[in-house]
């Protein structure tokens, strides 16, 4: 995962625009006489600056039964504060009809442009003569990001990304956010946009990488893009953080236990150990961990609670962020 990420990034980035600005605020300065207005998203979801605050995000939600019973199991008796669905799986009619019946519980949408798997596949939820780029010849999703970038077009993942949108809403989601199944709509600078527009379009929030990441890369401008935009996103991702060798355990709980004071998401791959499982993947064990983890192990718990860790979903966010944009919109029209 690391080599792959980093030849992504080595691939792309440099396409990016080197110009890196500062974060501004969504919120209006106060005033003359008024107090301070919040100033860090902390603050503006209500909670102190120097308070740790997390979502804990199911990824790949309706891929598979496994996910599925993992996510809802982590949401229900776990820690888990939000997921985001894969639209185009075929366990994805199961997760709908779970998430419609539970209105109050946070789910996204996993935007999904790829098929991994060599045994698993999926296909696009568009015609596949609207996005005839973005499937192989046996009509399936590509299994990789690069493929995509190569037959595809910006165009034809926005149209495939908003027919899951639409399909997820027509099923009954309350959508609370969006992210990109393998990063496709984040790697490359066109796509990148697609992410934008349809955040913009949908008034959701999304997940963007850490800005020290994104700067690093040249892509320091990006988050102040999405300010003016009026889309929110977290202060911290954390992404491709493990170290070499380091069970899966021991990671997230070093993890846990170095979080900064702000908004942070960490997102981990849930999934019930057992035979479908592992006839879809390899990493069926730390998916099986990752569910352990973040339902049933106490000592996970135990550093929630000693570091003063205080989780929410992303549907804060997204209130948040239609909030300040009615708000917006009504001093606009005065």
Same mark, same amino acid.
């Given at each position: 995962m690391n080599r792959r990420v980093a030849l992504l990034l080595a691939l792309v980035m440099p396409t990016l625009l080197s110009a890196q600005m500062d974060r501004r605020n969504l919120t209006? !300065?106060?005033?003359? /006489?008024?107090?301070a207005a919040p100033s860090t998203l902390a603050e503006r979801l209500g909670f102190k600056a120097s308070d740790k605050i997390l979502i804990i995000n199911g990824d790949d939600v309706g891929m598979s039964h496994a996910a599925n019973a993992a996510t809802i199991d982590a949401m229900e008796n776990g820690l888990m504060t939000s997921g985001t669905i894969m639209v185009p799986?075929?366990? %994805? =009619?199961?997760?709908?009809? *779970? =998430?419609?019946?539970?209105?109050? &519980?946070? %789910?996204?949408?996993?935007?999904?442009?790829?098929? #991994?798997? $060599? /045994?698993? $596949?999926? /296909?696009p939820v568009a015609s596949k003569s609207d996005v005839p780029g973005l499937v192989d010849p046996q009509g399936y999703l590509w299994p990789d990001i690069m493929s995509v970038y190569k037959n595809s077009t910006p165009e034809q993942a926005e149209i495939e990304a908003?027919?899951?949108?639409? $399909?997820?809403? =027509?099923?009954?989601?309350? +959508?609370?956010?969006?992210?990109?199944?393998?990063?496709? &709509?984040? *790697?490359? &600078?066109? *796509?990148? #946009? +697609? *992410?934008? $527009?349809?955040?913009? #379009?949908f008034d959701l929030p999304l997940r963007m990488g850490s800005q020290d990441l994104l700067a690093a890369q040249g892509g320091g401008h990006l988050r102040a893009q999405l300010d003016a935009d009026g889309v929110v996103y977290t202060d911290y991702l954390i992404h491709n953080a493990r170290k070499q060798g380091e069970p899966v355990g021991d990671y997230w709980k070093r993890i846990l236990n170095e979080l900064?004071?702000?908004v942070t998401e960490l997102?981990?791959? !849930?999934?019930? =150990?057992? @035979?479908?499982?592992?006839?879809?993947?390899?990493?069926?064990?730390?998916?099986? !961990? @990752?569910?352990?983890? %973040?339902?049933?192990?106490? @000592?996970v718990r135990k550093i929630l609670e000693a570091r003063g860790i205080k989780r929410i979903g992303y549907r804060a966010?997204?209130?948040l962020q239609r909030k300040a944009r009615a708000e917006a919109q009504k001093s606009g029209a005065k």
């Open positions: 209006p !300065a106060p005033a003359p /006489g008024e107090g799986c075929p366990w %994805f =009619a199961e997760i709908a009809a *779970y =998430a419609k019946a539970h209105p109050g &519980l946070d %789910f996204g949408l996993h935007l999904t442009h790829t098929s #991994e798997w $060599k /045994g698993y $596949k999926w /296909g908003r027919a899951q949108i639409k $399909k997820a809403m =027509a099923a009954g989601i309350d +959508v609370t956010h969006i992210d990109s199944h393998m990063g496709t &709509l984040q *790697y490359n &600078l066109k *796509y990148h #946009e +697609v *992410y934008r $527009k349809l955040a913009r #379009e900064k004071p702000g997102y981990i791959h !849930a999934a019930l =150990a057992g @035979e479908e499982m592992q006839h879809i993947t390899n990493s069926w064990q730390e998916r099986a !961990a @990752e569910h352990h983890l %973040f339902t049933k192990d106490e @000592e966010l997204r209130d």
